[in-house]
C-alpha cells in the first residue's frame, strides 16, 4: 500500500538553529500538507500546499515557517529559528483530491528543540 | 469555522467488548467529510473511517463502524469486539470544500483491559 515517508523520525535542535523537515507524498496525491502534534495535544494543521504553491495555513504558520516541493517528490517544512514551543510532532500528509478523500498521513518526525 | 468535540478523554472497555466513542461537530458548510484517526503509542495516524457528508448509510470499516447522525451532528466511532490492540488515541476529524484540511479534536484515550 502507498505510504508517506518522513524523514527523520527523530530530530534534536539547538534551540535557535534551523531545522528541514522531509517528506516524500503518495506519488499521485496532488495536495500536501503539515499538521503538529504537541506531546499530549491535538492535532494542528499549519500549512496545506497544491500545484506548487501555498493554497491555506493556520495562524501558526508564521514567518518562521516555510514549505517547498523542491522537485517531484519532497515536500519539506522548514523551521528558521527554533524555539523551545517548537518541539512537537510534525506530521507530513498527502491526499488525492480535494476534502472528501482520504488523507495519508506520514510516520511523523518527533522534533525536540533544547 | 470549523469545530470538532470530543468529550471522553479516556474511557475504559473489556476486552470483545464494543465500545463507542463519541464525536460531535459544527458546521455551517453543507458538504463536508468526517474521519476517524488512530494513535497508538508509537505516534502514527492510521485512518480508520470516513463518512461523506451526504452519505445516506453509516460508513463501516471491519470492526470500526461511524454512527452518523446528522441532525445532531454526531459521528460517534463503534468499534466490535475490542482488543488489546486497540489500546490508542482516537481522533475524529473533518473537512470542508471550504477548506481541505482536516480539524481534529481533542481525542479519546481508550484503553482496553484483558
Known amino acids: 500500500e502507498p505510504e508517506v515517508t518522513q524523514t527523520p523520525s527523530h530530530q534534536v535542535t539547538q534551540m535557535g538553529q534551523e531545522v528541514i523537515l522531509r517528506c516524500v507524498p503518495i506519488?499521485?496525491?496532488?495536495?500536501f500538507y503539515w499538521y503538529r502534534q504537541i506531546l499530549g495535544q491535538k492535532v494542528e494543521f499549519l500549512v496545506s500546499f497544491y500545484n506548487n504553491e501555498i493554497s491555506e495555513k493556520s495562524e501558526i504558520f508564521d514567518d518562521q515557517f516555510s514549505v517547498e516541493r523542491p522537485d517531484g517528490s519532497n515536500f519539506t517544512l522548514k523551521i528558521r529559528s527554533t524555539k523551545l514551543e517548537d518541539s512537537a510532532m510534525y506530521f507530513c500528509a498527502s491526499s488525492e483530491a480535494s476534502f472528501n478523500y482520504g488523507y495519508t498521513f506520514g510516520s511523523g518526525t518527533r522534533l525536540t528543540v533544547v | 469555522a470549523q469545530k470538532i468535540t470530543q468529550t471522553q478523554p479516556g474511557m475504559f472497555v473489556q476486552e470483545k467488548e464494543a465500545v463507542t466513542l463519541d464525536c460531535t461537530y459544527d458546521?455551517?458548510?453543507?458538504?463536508?467529510?468526517l474521519f476517524w484517526y488512530k494513535q497508538p503509542s508509537s505516534g502514527e495516524m492510521i485512518f480508520l473511517i470516513y463518512q461523506g457528508s451526504y452519505d445516506e448509510q453509516n460508513a463501516t470499516e471491519g470492526r470500526y463502524s461511524l454512527n452518523f447522525q446528522k441532525a445532531r451532528k454526531s459521528a460517534n466511532l463503534v468499534i466490535s469486539a475490542s482488543q488489546l490492540g486497540d489500546s490508542a488515541m482516537y481522533f475524529c476529524a473533518m473537512s470542508s470544500n471550504a477548506g481541505n484540511m482536516l480539524t481534529f479534536g481533542g481525542g479519546t484515550r481508550l484503553m482496553v483491559k484483558p
Open positions: 506519488s499521485n496525491h496532488l495536495y
Open positions: 458546521t455551517s458548510d453543507q458538504s463536508y467529510g
